[in-house]
């Protein structure tokens, strides 16, 4: 049997942590202080969300009878530990049906052993096995002679068993030895061996084999092709995939396959007649002969999946392609969450913001310009000279600059990321600085024009006592600055936003893979994400505060009798003379506290926002958020695990574990 992982990996002691978390969850009986599981409670942990249309929920209980090692009806957490494991194993189907089967777990099967478990598994109705053919003899041997099967003999009979239930079953029907059965009947005996493999657009269209070829009768042949397409429909898969990525419209014809098949594989593996199923019933949809990617998914139920010990995607499933009108409308979705996301953190930090800019811009040298001892004082003078609105002066161009700031930022962040990273998705801490500094340096393009004007709408309110007339507006500073007027400051700008991107996202990004433990065990809760956000702003906005103040200082208009600046060296030299080192962090403490909540604030909203209203077409849709999934990517993990446990019992017949409640299973509790 295969090998067990080391129980002391780090691997293994996340696996048992999540397997406790789940059992604690769904066991329901106590017993002096310690949980057990039912077989409901057991179902209920291994299939979450299954609805139980195609598997039924004794089948899945079919694997609790492998659970329960001491026969006593409930599982302990070492049990449901113990079965967990197993499901993690690369041969765990065979595993697990050679336990079920091996009733008093001697390491043996015997052929009486076989009789009773298949036999009480799948229903009187079945199509009857004949238990003394010469198939079976030679794995179990002879009355005379027989013969004990240990675990790896007893996986090659069971490879075996669905060809000679097909020539058992095409025999029972074909009653006149004619060589022919009807179309019904050959649906039923596909249903029997292979009904949980195929999607329900094949199992309604089986009898249509019938219309391949003359006649109205399907022969033994028909039947052994159709059985050797379900049984190689990995190997179908692979063919097709390599034929359409050589295609040049994307589709496949019989002869591409035939001929992709003989040039990628030693041998052929496909006969003429195998090539006739498959495009008779992936083209049920497409009668051109011309078949693409999707109407090959349309073969097989989309429930198995490949269980890797990552979430992987099956490959028969196409990327879905969509025109420009849903790609211009999915980023316009895109757009206009982070707009709203980003005007809601905008607003509710924008009265520290303007405490912010008052502060770095008040010349302590200047003869009778200290108008405010600290942030606080500033906050209680602006309510008093100018009302609780005067907190909000220039509100209005920061939104309008925060759609343009929040998409391009996000979206270069993520697309030069993209660009470093390796295959694998891993990135280098060089490539991830790179990253936020060029998603820092795009949005100067758009933001400049606005925080310059934003700027000068929140020191006006300062000046306004002392002059004549009403305090200009947004539309009145911009005409007075002018195109290049503007752009006043950019390079400031620069100097402020690419340093802070650069340290923003990656200091995110490591704050919730190595802080919050972000990962496959584990999704971030929105506080989670909301502490993240506003963690990563403190030193992303402390260590950028000199760059903000001269930037400050070249957008704002100089008052008469103030120092005028010439350019980001002329000011920071002007500053520190004038002023001294400590004025460069000026409105610093008040920096941090309008970016920390912001960037939070901001983020927490997105995700409401996504989980309110999720874009209908995105993968995320279906779960209506990425927080706020049914399962965690490992819970799914053990779900997939589960289901396709099932896959090789389900080979024995599509109904293994369907049985009625008064049928005694050798080697079962009593319930």
């Not at 999540?18 to 310690?34: H, L």
């Not at 024009?449 to 200009?472: F, H, M, N």
């Not at 100089?558 to 460069?584: M, Q």
């Not at 610093?588 to 989980?611: D, N």
Request: charged share 25%.
């Amino acid at each position: 049997m295969s090998q067990h992982s080391s129980p002391s990996s780090p691997a293994n002691e996340v696996a048992v942590e999540r397997y406790k978390r789940v059992f604690n969850r769904f066991a329901t009986v106590d017993k002096n202080g310690e949980k057990f599981m039912t077989r409901d409670d057991f179902v209920n942990a291994i299939a979450p969300g299954e609805d139980y249309k195609r598997l039924q929920r004794s089948q899945y209980g079919v694997l609790f009878n492998v659970a329960d090692q001491s026969k006593s009806g409930v599982l302990s957490l070492s049990d449901f530990i113990v079965f967990e494991n197993l499901l993690t194993r690369p041969d765990a189907e065979y595993e697990i049906a050679f336990r079920l089967f091996d009733t008093d777990g001697s390491g043996k099967i015997t052929r009486e052993q076989f009789k009773q478990i298949f036999s009480a598994n799948i229903g009187e109705d079945a199509i009857p096995f004949d238990f003394e053919c010469e198939w079976l003899k030679l794995y179990t041997g002879g009355k005379s002679a027989t013969h004990e099967m240990p675990y790896k003999e007893f996986t090659q009979l069971l490879k075996g068993l669905q060809a000679e239930r097909l020539r058992q079953a095409f025999k029972f029907y074909d009653t006149q030895a004619s060589g022919y059965i009807t179309p019904d009947e050959f649906k039923r005996i596909i249903v029997d061996i292979a009904g949980h493999k195929l999607s329900s657009q094949v199992l309604d269209n089986v009898p249509t084999l019938c219309n391949v070829y003359p006649g109205n009768k399907i022969s033994f042949a028909n039947v052994m092709a159709f059985y050797n397409v379900i049984r190689e429909m990995d190997m179908v898969e692979r063919i097709i995939l390599k034929a359409v990525s050589t295609s040049m419209d994307g589709t496949v014809t019989k002869a591409d396959f035939l001929n992709t098949a003989a040039r990628e594989t030693r041998f052929s593996l496909f006969t003429p007649m195998e090539a006739d199923i498959v495009f008779h019933f992936a083209g049920l949809e497409n009668s051109s002969g011309k078949l693409t990617l999707q109407d090959f998914s349309r073969l097989l139920e989309s429930k198995w999946e490949h269980a890797a010990t990552t979430p992987v995607h099956v490959a028969v499933q196409p990327e879905v392609k969509h025109g420009a009108l849903h790609d211009f409308l999915k980023g316009s979705y895109g757009f206009l969450l982070g707009s709203i996301s980003g005007a809601v953190g905008a607003t509710v930090v924008y009265p520290i913001d303007l405490v912010k800019t008052r502060m770095q811009n008040q010349r302590s040298k200047a003869v009778g310009e200290l108008m405010y001892k600290n942030s606080i004082d500033c906050f209680k003078k602006v309510i008093k000279n100018e009302g609780v609105l005067g907190l909000y002066r220039g509100l209005g161009p920061q939104l309008v600059g925060v759609a343009p700031e929040k998409a391009i930022k996000l979206t270069m962040n993520d697309l030069v990321r993209r660009h470093l990273s390796d295959k694998d998705g891993n990135i280098t801490f060089t490539s991830e600085l790179i990253a936020g500094g060029v998603a820092g340096g795009s949005q100067v393009v758009f933001t400049n024009p606005l925080e310059i004007v934003k700027i000068r709408l929140q020191v006006a309110g300062e000046a306004a006592k002392s002059l004549e007339g009403p305090r200009p507006g947004a539309v009145a500073i911009v005409r007075t600055l002018g195109i290049v007027g503007l752009y006043k400051g950019a390079s400031a700008c620069l100097l402020r936003d690419i340093p802070f991107s650069a340290i923003y996202f990656p200091v995110y990004a490591h704050l919730k893979k190595d802080l919050f433990k972000e990962g496959p065990e584990h999704r971030l809760t929105i506080g989670e994400l909301l502490m993240a956000g506003a963690i990563a702003g403190m030193p992303a906005a402390y260590f950028t505060t000199p760059a903000d103040v001269i930037k400050t200082r070249l957008q704002v208009e100089a008052k008469k009798g103030h120092t005028t600046y010439n350019g980001i060296r002329d000011a920071a030299s002007k500053i520190y003379k004038e002023e001294g080192f400590r004025a460069f962090f000026k409105g610093g403490p008040a920096r941090i506290f309008r970016s920390s909540p912001q960037f939070g604030t901001t983020l927490m909203v997105y995700e409401m926002l996504q989980r309110a209203f999720p874009f209908d077409a995105s993968p995320e849709a279906a779960d209506k958020t990425t927080g706020a999934q049914k399962a965690t990517p490992s819970e799914d993990l053990s779900y997939l695990q589960s289901k396709n446990a099932l896959k090789i019992l389900l080979d024995v017949h599509y109904k293994f574990g369907i049985v009625p409640s008064d049928v005694k299973i050798p080697g079962v509790a009593s319930a």
